[in-house]
């Protein structure tokens, strides 16, 4: 494989900035992971650890609603098809 090859496999710029758009999705996504989770512990799951899972899952749909209703200029391009 030669240099030409791999660079071709590189995310373009338009790949970078739908990544960047959609990463507070992709954050809030993962921290509703980490409190499900934390939930599964032995011994069942504690209040706090329900309260998180119920904060985290807020921050799930309001990233997804704020992504939604972005401007189309800031929108992920394809996300829909």
Do not use: C, F, K, Y
């Not at 494989?1 to 507070?24: F, G, K, R």
């Not at 985290?56 to 401007?71: D, E, F, H």
């Amino acid at each position: 494989m030669t240099w030409i090859d791999s660079a071709a496999n590189e995310p373009t710029a338009a790949d970078l900035a739908a990544i960047e758009a959609q990463w507070p999705l992709i954050e809030a996504e993962l921290a509703l992971h980490d409190a499900q989770i934390a939930a599964l512990r032995p011994g069942g799951p504690a209040p706090l650890d329900w309260r998180r899972v119920r904060r985290a899952a807020r921050a799930v749909l309001a990233a997804q609603l704020r992504l939604m209703t972005a401007r189309p200029s800031r929108a992920v391009r394809g996300a829909a098809s």
